[in-house]
């Protein structure tokens, strides 16, 4: 199993930057996919950026393409997720997830962080 505690949310004015952080604790070896979801009120859980650590290759929602950068740090078993030019629509909980299988949707990811949250003013 894996654990999973967030960091870094805040409170910033629109177009300021955000790193979040998310440690990962225990068996992280056999992890396929890991990845940062957001849920904003009444509105359902979406996937805003997804890394595979077997080969590093990433994924970008397009609502964040060219905003965030999603990193890992296979030493530390830390997963980061820088944001910039953020924008009130970005306010929202965010999630750290992960799962051993292929299905890395918000369905599939089997281990999740409580969150943290994210607010953006204008």
């Known amino acids: 199993q894996v654990q999973l505690v967030e960091s870094g949310g805040g409170s910033v004015q629109a177009g300021g930057s955000l790193r979040l952080s998310c440690a990962a604790y225990g068996y992280t070896y056999s992890i396929y996919c890991m990845g940062w979801f957001r849920q904003a009120p009444g509105k359902e859980r979406e996937g805003v950026a997804m890394?595979?650590?077997?080969?590093?290759?990433?994924y970008y929602a397009d609502f964040v393409k060219g905003r965030v950068t999603i990193s890992q740090d296979n030493a530390k078993n830390t997963l980061s997720l820088v944001m910039n030019s953020l924008k009130p629509e970005d306010t929202a909980m965010y999630y750290c997830a992960a799962s051993y299988g292929r299905d890395c949707s918000a369905v599939g990811m089997a281990y999740w962080g409580a969150g943290t949250l994210v607010t953006i003013s204008s």
């Open positions: 890394i595979y650590p077997g080969g590093g290759s990433t």
